[in-house]
């Protein structure tokens, strides 16, 4: 049994606005077994992808290494860009190590809401997948229900937005309401390309362009939120 806690805290300012959640990292970056392109931070996984879009859209030209340069060159983006890392999956055990989201079991969840009461800045949560089972946006509804609180759909076209409502305490009898986004962005995970390939706006879109590909399509969805 492994036990795959997760590797990083929660990367977080005081004028963080939008928050990336996703599960866990591969078990690799929490034994230390990083492979040549990986970087040892939130997303660190050259085949995770998410920073290769994130660096196509703003032209970063992002170092894809173990350095520490390469760390503080996504740090920066981020500080500048008022976005924030928290994974949902604080620890999860594991039969066989891999990164399966389906792996998972005995699952620790974080608690997103308590860091949104703590950083009153955050009004979007962008999910790094959608509501399958182990997903971020699955686990998040069950989070939920501990607050008693539920989403509500605003579009229900890729990708998916929800919204809730979060009270916040102002004093002993006075509460306000805080509307917080969530968008559940088509996983950078190679596993997504075949459900990106059944989409009918990909499909029109490669038939203008045979060249348009699902690395494409993932930057172009990406960009409205990044």
């Known amino acids: 049994?492994?036990?795959?806690?997760?590797?990083?805290?929660?990367?977080?300012?005081?004028?963080?606005?939008?928050?990336?959640?996703?599960?866990?990292?591969?078990?690799?970056?929490?034994?230390?077994?990083?492979?040549e392109k990986d970087v040892n931070f939130c997303y660190?996984?050259?085949y995770n992808s998410l920073w290769l879009f994130i660096d196509k859209i703003h032209n970063l030209n992002l170092r894809y290494d173990n350095s520490n340069e390469a760390i503080e060159e996504r740090k920066a983006f981020l500080i500048?860009?008022?976005?924030?890392?928290?994974d949902i999956v604080e620890s999860a055990e594991r039969d066989k190590?891999?990164?399966?989201?389906?792996?998972?079991?005995?699952i620790k969840l974080r608690d997103i809401i308590g860091y949104l009461k703590q950083y009153p800045n955050i009004d979007t949560?962008?999910?790094?997948?959608?509501?399958?089972?182990?997903?971020?946006?699955?686990?998040?509804?069950?989070?939920?229900?501990?607050y008693n609180l539920k989403l509500e759909i605003v579009?229900?076209?890729?990708?998916?937005?929800?919204?809730?409502?979060?009270?916040?305490r102002l004093s002993a009898v006075e509460t306000s309401i805080r509307t917080i986004k969530t968008v559940s962005l088509t996983s950078g995970s190679g596993a997504a390309n075949i459900s990106i390939s059944r989409m009918p706006l990909y499909k029109q879109l490669k038939a203008k362009n045979p060249e348009f590909n699902t690395f494409d399509f993932r930057v172009m969805q990406y960009r409205e939120f990044f």
Do not use: W
């Open 80 to 86: 500048k860009s008022k976005i924030g890392v928290c």
């Open 1 to 35: 049994m492994f036990k795959h806690k997760h590797p990083y805290i929660p990367f977080i300012q005081k004028d963080t606005t939008k928050l990336i959640v996703g599960t866990l990292p591969p078990p690799r970056f929490s034994t230390g077994e990083l492979l």
């Open 125 to 146: 949560l962008l999910f790094t997948g959608g509501n399958s089972k182990n997903g971020p946006e699955y686990f998040f509804r069950k989070h939920l229900k501990d």
């Open 155 to 168: 579009s229900n076209e890729v990708p998916r937005i929800h919204k809730f409502e979060l009270p916040v």
């Open 97 to 106: 190590i891999d990164a399966s989201d389906l792996g998972m079991k005995n």
């Open 44 to 46: 660190g996984s050259y």
